[in-house]
């Protein structure tokens, strides 16, 4: 890394030589200095092209302070961020709530790196331009040091990862041993619920032919009750009739007899009488 420190920056590819300018810019120096470089990738090589320079202001500066609040409030909701943008989602299309590393690792993945800005390549081909190769190289050396320790950090992160990996594996064997037992359970339901459906079928079954003998002796015992009111009604009628037809042989024998005696009398009317004298012819 250091024998490369002679033409380039470890955070920048852009050339280190130092490009000519005029005079009137020797003496332009970035305002916030050299400290508050940040590191980039994809560097266009292009000479830069410097822009007038101004003196800091109260508006800049608060400028700059509402930037940095907007740069903690960014990371501190990179969590949520990163998650959303995780390939892994179910079966309704929802992101998976897993493990810290289901968007990938932070150091090495896709939203480790820092959105590039073609002003910083700007301005560090604009600074680099006006250090000497003795500044370059205490530069160059300092982020020869950052680079190793972040190296380490992606190093211990692999290791951090690989344990992750393991606990969600032996999160998926506990999982396969819970839902060998849910199968279990679901069987044993399964059974439970077949021999349930077949009882309640059995006493349906039961149920459907007592309601028809049921049905059929009702039927029956209302047939025989309007039998029975009929013969009840036909049996009033006829006691009826027989109380009409003995009233009326009562009087007729009560006519006969008047009517009997009547008779005698006029037969004995129509008799003539016998005398004590004899005729003679």
């Known amino acids: 890394m250091m024998a490369s420190s002679s033409n380039s920056s470890v955070y920048f590819d852009a050339p280190l030589t130092p490009v000519a300018m005029s005079a009137t810019h020797a003496d332009a120096i970035h305002p916030n200095g050299s400290e508050g470089w940040l590191p980039a990738a994809d560097i266009l090589a292009e000479p830069a092209s410097p822009a007038p320079r101004h003196a800091p202001s109260v508006d800049s500066s608060t400028s ?30 929802n992101p998976i709530a897993g493990s810290a590393f289901i968007g990938g690792a932070a150091t090495t993945g896709p939203n480790a790196k820092a959105e590039p800005d073609e002003s910083l390549h700007h301005r560090a081909a604009s600074a680099d331009a ?43 064997s506990e999982l396969q041993t819970v839902q060998k037992a849910a199968i279990k359970r679901e069987s044993q339901a399964h059974t439970a619920h077949a021999r349930a459906l077949a009882a309640v079928q059995k006493t349906e079954a039961a149920f459907h032919a007592a309601r028809t003998k049921y049905e059929t002796a009702q039927a029956q015992l209302q047939a025989e009750t309007e039998t ?23 009087g007729l024998r009560t006519m006969f007899g008047v009517d009997e005696r009547e008779r005698e009398v006029k037969l004995v009317e129509l008799t003539p009488k016998k005398s004590n004298r004899a005729w003679k012819w």
């Open 64 to 93: 700059s302070g509402a930037k940095n609040t907007l740069a903690r409030g960014a990371s501190v909701n990179r969590t949520a961020s990163v998650s959303k943008r995780s390939v892994f989602t179910n079966a309704d299309g």
């Open 130 to 172: 006006l250090l000497s190769e003795k500044q370059l190289a205490k530069i160059q050396k300092i982020e020869a040091k950052d680079s190793k320790r972040l190296s380490k950090i992606i190093k211990t992160e692999g290791k951090v990862e690989k344990q992750a990996l393991g606990v969600a594996i032996r999160e998926l």
């Open 228 to 250: 029975l009111d009929s013969s009840r009604n036909n049996a009033r009628d006829t006691t009826e009739h027989v109380q009409e037809k003995s009233q009326e042989v009562d």
